[in-house]
């Protein structure tokens, strides 16, 4: 099961590759004699490693070959050992685990951190508070799942823009849809109108003609695509915090993701739209700045997915939610878990979770070369 899901780490390192970031990767003694460094390009791959590794006698000696081999070198928490000198004068990020810590501690072991030219990377950084904090402290890097999670602002009411987009994604969900009527809606909107035209005339889909009206578009594309392409345009267009383009590809991921698990699992009797529906919402907190429950409100979504996308105890669709956000940020052992309780199979998950980031990828590109 291990190295099945280590395929997923891989594929999500091969995304991050092709979008030319760095990968921070930990590595225990065992990888480190194994030299599985060595199947990461050094341009690409921070090689994580404790302190308490770092002091085995065999490990020194490759983190100083790896360093003149071109890669980056991270401590995972650091604790200004004496004994470790010699790994943090090497180190390019020194790391430090920020959860359950005050600011006094953390001002403290900045203070420690040598050398000075090293980034500080602050590691398990769960909230946007505590995203602000640590900036303000002075780290430069930061790691975990706070873009994610929403900064919920007082009295916040949605804009006419917001209200606007989530009205027409409730005329899109309604079972029967009038096509003369939306096709008008779109075509009254210069944005939409021009997005979905240059989306269909992309090389991606190689049409032999042109396509040049939406009453076409929709002909051409088919019902299906079409909505879920008219989701991620009218998210995109309501998200726009500092996190936006990365919250955009995860949510198109979790939908296609859950959408497939729906379909692998068919005897569960969950339906794949839905799904789709529950993995697209799930981080309109986060990209709103306002709490779910007052989001779903306006959502075209039932009461158990509404509950699920509130997180509410003993729903149904929580834990595929909770299995795509442990996949999303490489949670493998908590992964592994999962799969044993909801009795599922791990190459079918891996292979779900593939192809649901090389959607989330492709979708957003697309979107985001149309409004360029």
């Not at 497939?260 to 799904?275: H, K, M, R, T, V």
């Not at 981080?283 to 409100?297: C, E, H, N, P, Q």
């Amino acid at each position: 099961m291990a190295s099945t899901l280590a395929g997923s780490a891989h594929l999500e390192f091969q995304q991050i590759i092709e979008r030319d970031k760095r990968v921070l990767i930990p590595f225990s003694e065992h990888n480190i004699l194994d030299q599985l460094h060595h199947a990461m390009p050094p341009s690409s791959t921070v090689v994580q490693v404790s302190e308490e590794t770092f002091l085995r006698p065999s490990v020194p000696p490759i983190l100083t070959q790896l360093k003149a081999d071109g890669y980056l070198l991270a401590t995972s928490d650091f604790t200004a050992s004496p004994a470790c000198a010699s790994f943090y004068s090497l180190a390019d990020l020194i790391g430090m685990d920020v959860a359950g810590k005050t600011a006094a501690d953390l001002k403290s072991k900045l203070s420690a951190a040598h050398p000075p030219k090293a980034l500080k990377l602050a590691l398990r950084v769960q909230d946007p508070g505590r995203f602000d904090q640590c900036r303000e402290l002075g780290f430069n890097l930061f790691q975990g799942a706070f873009f994610k999670t929403p900064e919920v602002i007082t009295a916040r009411k949605f804009t006419s823009n917001e209200a606007m987009r989530l009205n027409l994604m409730q005329a899109i969900e309604q079972p029967e849809v009038d096509f003369e009527k939306l096709a008008e809606i779109i075509q009254a909107d210069a944005s939409l109108s021009y997005r979905l035209l240059s989306y269909l005339n992309s090389a991606a889909f190689g049409m032999r003609q042109k396509i040049k009206s939406i009453h076409q578009a929709i002909a051409m594309l088919g019902w299906r695509k079409m909505k879920n392409w008219l989701r991620v345009v009218l998210l995109n267009d309501i998200n726009q915090g500092r996190d936006a383009p990365e919250l955009m590809r995860l949510a198109a991921q979790r939908g296609k993701f859950l959408e497939q698990i729906a379909q692998i699992y068919n005897y569960w009797g969950f339906d794949p739209e839905s799904l789709h529906l529950l993995g697209i919402f799930s981080l309109l907190d986060a990209m709103l700045g306002m709490s779910m429950r007052d989001i779903v409100k306006y959502l075209p979504l039932d009461e158990k997915l509404k509950a699920a996308l509130c997180r509410e105890p003993n729903n149904e669709y929580l834990p595929l939610l909770q299995l795509a956000q442990q996949c999303e940020e490489a949670n493998w052992h908590e992964v592994e878990q999962m799969l044993q309780r909801l009795n599922m199979d791990g190459n079918k998950v891996q292979g779900a979770f593939q192809s649901a980031v090389d959607w989330g990828v492709e979708l957003t590109a697309l979107n985001d070369s149309a409004v360029d």
